[in-house]
């Protein structure tokens, strides 16, 4: 347990994992990385990324006992953002292959050659960029209403994000959720971490060019994209036509009735559904 009180908010987070999970801490280059585990030790290794704005792998509580129970997961924190994950000094990642040089780190410290990949958001930008670094190394690949990937934000998605991101504060970070889910009901504790998370002292994330088309269209990698229908974040339809034009071997669905930032531990059925039926396909 953690005294803090982002600490104690993840803990309570964490706490909706399934009672099999291991915290585990791989050294990296950039620092401790802090790995959430899950499932059978034999089972081939599922690696997620959260979204950024202060997720954490904590956030894939609603999907961690049905994935672990085909695939031995592998929740983590973003090195130099919001969670458990350390950095050395000021080594935080500040390019795309910073990035990708922690993921092949992590992956060899795991002792897993290759795995499946998944993010969110940010963090499914991320997982783009490692599978067009290293496509042995990933079987599958999903984005999860993924950002920067193949359409830019929505202009009212910035200027309502730009005071928060400005000057985080618990209140901020609520009245910007609550605008971008609609209102949603969302669960209290989760949301309590994410307003934790605004005192946060983060690095500045690494950002950068949307994944060249060409190297898109070259990814022999099979992915999934799932967008999120009330998405205000961008053009969800946008998302998909794009991604279909450049990746040979996409799918793609929309998850009705939710938005970007409710994904994943809204957990919609169909959510959970997509991401198993695909890991677990010819």
């Not at 985080?168 to 969302?186: D, I, N």
């Not at 450049?246 to 930032?261: K, N």
Request: charged share 20%.
């Amino acid at each position: 347990m953690h005294s803090s009180p982002f600490g104690n908010a993840y803990d309570k987070v964490l706490a909706k994992w399934p009672a099999d999970r291991e915290a585990l801490t791989i050294a990296t280059p950039l620092g401790d990385t802090r790995v959430n585990a899950c499932g059978p030790r034999d089972a081939p290794p599922l690696l997620l990324l959260p979204g950024g704005g202060g997720a954490t792998s904590a956030s894939w509580y609603a999907q961690a006992a049905e994935l672990g129970s085909v695939r031995r997961v592998y929740g983590v924190d973003l090195i130099g953002a919001p969670g458990l994950s350390v950095p050395v000094g000021d080594r935080h990642p500040r390019t795309v292959a910073d990035l990708t040089a922690w993921l092949d780190a992590l992956l060899d410290a795991l002792g897993a050659d290759s795995a499946d990949l998944g993010g969110h958001s940010y963090g499914a930008w991320i997982a783009l960029h490692y599978a067009l670094h290293a496509p042995a190394r990933i079987r599958r690949l999903f984005l999860l209403d993924p950002t920067r990937c193949f359409a830019g934000y929505k202009a009212a998605y910035l200027l309502h994000a730009l005071p928060m991101l400005l000057r985080p504060s618990t209140r901020r970070v609520r009245a910007f959720l609550e605008w971008e889910t609609g209102g949603a009901a969302l669960d209290p504790d989760w949301l309590a971490l994410q307003e934790a998370a605004a005192g946060f002292p983060a690095a500045k994330p690494v950002t950068g060019p949307r994944p060249a088309p060409q190297a898109l269209r070259a990814l022999d990698t099979r992915v999934l994209l799932l967008v999120a229908a009330n998405s205000r974040t961008h053009d969800h339809q946008q998302v998909m036509a794009r991604a279909a034009e450049l990746l040979p071997r996409v799918e793609t669905a929309v998850l009705p009735d939710v938005s970007h930032h409710a994904l994943p531990q809204a957990a919609p059925a169909a959510l959970t559904r997509h991401l198993t039926d695909f890991l677990c396909g010819p």
